[in-house]
């Protein structure tokens, strides 16, 4: 009795948990909390850029690093800048302000910028452990305040500081006007193999949902059988998808 009683104790614990991690987790991709806003930087004047179908595509680029890569991030958004696109900056919440307020002064030191007012820069950025859920999340909130300040693009791309551009902007918008509006390119399959075991089974914890300083993630000591109630699909985090897919 007392090994059935412990063991209800920590199925209860570890349900409990789990709830609350969905919770939170949809806490993260909902809406727009008000911690969550960004240095915006307007147009001067009307735009004269027209954007849908009969016009060159537009990208909504999502470039993401954390502390100590605002040159990094600056450096990745001169490459891939393009007056067309739409851009918003995010220094993780383990970066200060003071990297977040030069990383602005940067990017208002272009005047091309300034002139078309397409980047935004995240002021005060929710929590996100690489590999974990919450940058799942922050990827999805991004995805959403691009749309909310502009929806006139077509695709969505994230990258990180570490990334750099193989084509420029125009030859990607050469690429990209003679394929269809509706196509998404998300790298994902459903035969596991491997990761079934590796990935699947364990029980991963985000520290990002819990604590105020990012870590990493770390492993339970228990494991769980493949779920059943929905197919799994895995896949490359680096991503083109359509603005159908982020809305």
């Not at 969505?156 to 990209?176: E, G, K, R």
């Amino acid at each position: 009795m007392v090994t059935m009683g412990a063991e209800k104790k920590w199925l209860f614990a570890l349900f409990s948990a789990a709830f609350v991690s969905l919770m939170l987790f949809l806490s993260l991709i909902s809406g727009f909390s008000a911690s969550f806003y960004t240095y915006s930087f307007h147009r001067p004047f009307a735009s004269t850029i027209r954007c849908g179908s009969g016009y060159p595509p537009a990208f909504a680029y999502y470039i993401s690093g954390g502390a100590g890569d605002g040159d990094r991030i600056f450096r990745l958004l001169l490459a891939v800048y393009h007056p067309r696109n739409r851009y918003l900056l995010h220094i993780g919440a383990e970066g200060s302000d003071n990297e977040r307020r030069k990383l602005v002064g940067l990017i208002r030191s272009v005047p091309a910028i300034r002139a078309f007012g397409n980047v935004d820069v995240v002021g005060k950025p929710d929590p996100a452990t690489y590999m974990g859920s919450t940058n799942i999340a922050a990827v999805l909130h991004a995805a959403a305040v691009l749309l909310k300040v502009d929806g006139g693009w077509d695709w969505f791309i994230s990258l990180s500081a570490l990334d750099y551009p193989l084509l420029t902007q125009d030859d990607l918008s050469h690429v990209f006007s003679s394929i269809q509006r509706d196509l998404n390119f998300i790298d994902h399959t459903s035969d596991l193999g491997w990761k079934e075991a590796q990935r699947v089974h364990p029980i991963v914890v985000d520290p990002g949902l819990y604590l105020a300083r990012r870590t990493q993630i770390f492993h339970a000591t228990e494991k769980r059988p493949t779920p059943d109630a929905f197919r799994v699909f895995t896949g490359k985090s680096s991503s083109l998808y359509l603005i159908y897919f982020a809305t």
